[in-house]
């Protein structure tokens, strides 16, 4: 079937979205809906989608909200948005730093990262999650210096603003409901997800009937650093299935969408 990579308004290439204080622009609503728009008009009823880290928090809202129109989903290295922040505990805000600090009323994170070179930060931030950035080729790490500018950078604290807020409140109003459609679940084992959750697939079946997964070697970077085991894991859980129609798209929301070309 046909994939597409989705990027998230404001992030990336993307384009920018006008940020409210509260982050409602950013919110996995509004985003989903989005994404289950633009698929209706390329003639796709059903997709099937997958997100690393926010990108999965985005796929869990859309099978939620979309149940008729998600056939699979695919999450890499997140758990619920709710179990995040409930084991924000000492090592978790200093490791997952950026989760508190770019939750912060609108203005404030963002004068911070505008004033930081691009370059520096982005080697700062990135070797908080893997040993090294050979797996990030140099064409490819000129694009994350490039896009980290002010429409970057205010899209993304709007994202995460909404995630400590909007984003809590849509998945407590959930809980107690299950998602049907099967769902596949991968981390790193020295990830923070790794590192600070014992048991990820437990906390997912309590969110979804069918989950299937496991621990993969690597850090945050999973679609990267266990590039043969997740392509062999997302081939199997993605694969044709005769029961499912024949117009069901691949949308990649968080960027995974390039990793296995």
């Known amino acids: 079937q046909p994939a597409a990579g989705a990027g998230q308004p404001g992030c990336g290439a993307g384009p920018a979205r006008t940020g409210e204080p509260d982050g409602s622009t950013q919110r996995v609503r509004e985003l989903g ?11 796709y009823d059903r997709v099937y989608v997958a997100g690393d880290e926010r990108g999965g928090g985005r796929a869990h809202r859309m099978c939620l909200d979309h149940p008729d129109k998600v056939v699979k989903a695919g999450i890499i290295d997140i758990v619920p948005t709710l179990d995040m922040w409930a084991a924000m505990n000492r090592e978790g805000s200093i490791g997952g730093w950026h989760w508190p600090f770019m939750a912060q009323p609108q203005g404030f994170p963002e004068m ?28 490819i790490w000129s694009e994350y210096v490039r896009c980290f500018n002010e429409k970057t950078i205010r899209g993304s604290c709007g994202d995460y603003r909404a995630a400590a807020t909007i984003d809590c409140a849509l998945d407590t109003a959930d809980l107690g409901r299950k998602l049907l459609m099967p769902i596949l679940v991968l981390w790193g084992n020295t990830s923070s997800v790794g590192k600070r959750f014992a048991d990820p697939i437990g906390l997912w079946k309590l969110r979804a009937e069918d989950v299937r997964g496991e621990a993969l070697p690597s850090g945050h970077y999973v679609n990267e650093d266990a590039r043969e085991r997740s392509l062999d894991w997302v081939v199997r859980f993605f694969s044709y ?12 929301l968080g960027g995974i969408a390039g990793c296995y070309q």
Not at 33 to 43: D, E, L, Y
């Open 33 to 43: 809906r989005g994404q289950v728009r633009v698929r209706k008009a390329r003639g």
């Open 112 to 139: 911070f990262f505008n004033a930081v070179d691009p370059d520096w930060f982005m080697r700062k931030k990135l070797l908080k999650l893997t040993k090294d950035l050979s797996h990030i080729p140099p064409e």
């Open 241 to 252: 299935d005769p029961a499912t129609p024949d117009h069901a798209q691949g949308t990649a």
